[in-house]
């Protein structure tokens, strides 16, 4: 089956510009998670959806928001953004108690 | 508050040695437990998991994972290392909290297996 597709692998912004990323789940799997990763503080969660819902939520500015369509899929949005947000952003998918499943990163680089 | 601590940054050790990766963590109720890989520039790969069961779980590659409910440990072992084995490890702790699951993660620890 197919995997966790995320979208664009690669992105460069300017500051205060903004963003959206996206992420197609494995089918099936109604859970979606994002996580920020840079070298200097590790994993960071951002927010998990559920059917369409935040459930939960990581410490993250108010730049940074999601959503979740009725397909499951999901985007995040960074809005104004700062030359600290250039990360690798990773989405998640999951079934219940079972492991997450992860895309393979969208590269920000924010200049 | 769950919780999982990689009390490593990283770890060095020879090609056909023995390897252990360490974690502790916290949970409120029975842990789902977790390992990770991660190559460079990837997004992370399901190693193994425990969640119920017999204590020792095997998982792919050749790795396998000691829960140990007293220690409140999951090690990450491997009998002998390969330089294909280098890469950054995370234990991962999900637990189910009012918001249904959530995954949290250990800072992760750099794996360097030397020829």
């Known amino acids: 089956k197919a995997g966790v597709t995320q979208t664009p692998r690669y992105l460069i912004k300017t500051r205060g510009q903004q963003v959206t990323l996206s992420c197609s789940p494995i089918?099936?799997?109604?859970?979606v998670s994002w996580y920020q990763q840079t070298p200097g503080q590790g994993l960071q969660f951002l927010f998990e959806?559920?059917?369409?819902?935040?459930?939960n939520k990581g410490n993250f500015p108010g730049r940074f928001s999601g959503r979740q369509f009725s397909n499951s899929r999901s985007e995040m949005n960074v809005s104004t953004l700062e030359l600290g947000d250039s990360a690798l952003y990773l989405c998640?998918?999951?079934?219940?108690?079972?492991?997450?499943?992860f895309g393979s990163g969208t590269r920000l680089t924010v200049v | 508050a769950q919780s999982v601590a990689q009390p490593e940054d990283q770890v060095n050790v020879a090609e056909g040695n023995p390897l252990t990766v360490k974690c502790t963590y916290s949970?409120?109720?029975?842990?789902?437990l977790f390992w990770y890989v991660q190559y460079p520039n990837r997004g992370l790969q399901f190693l193994l998991k425990?969640?119920?069961?017999?204590?020792l779980v095997k998982g792919s590659y050749g790795f396998e994972a000691e829960f140990n409910k007293s220690q409140t440990s999951f090690h990450l072992k491997k009998p002998s290392a390969l330089v294909s084995d280098s890469a950054l490890y995370f234990c991962?702790?999900?637990?189910?909290?009012?918001?249904?699951?959530?995954?949290?993660f250990g800072a992760g620890t750099r794996l360097f297996v030397k020829a």
């Open positions: 998640a998918s999951s079934l219940g108690s079972d492991s997450v499943t």
């Open positions: 089918s099936g799997h109604r859970s």
């Open positions: 959806y559920f059917s369409e819902t935040q459930r």
């Open positions: 949970v409120s109720g029975n842990p789902y």
């Open positions: 425990y969640i119920t069961g017999d204590n």
């Open positions: 991962a702790v999900r637990d189910r909290g009012t918001g249904g699951f959530k995954t949290i």
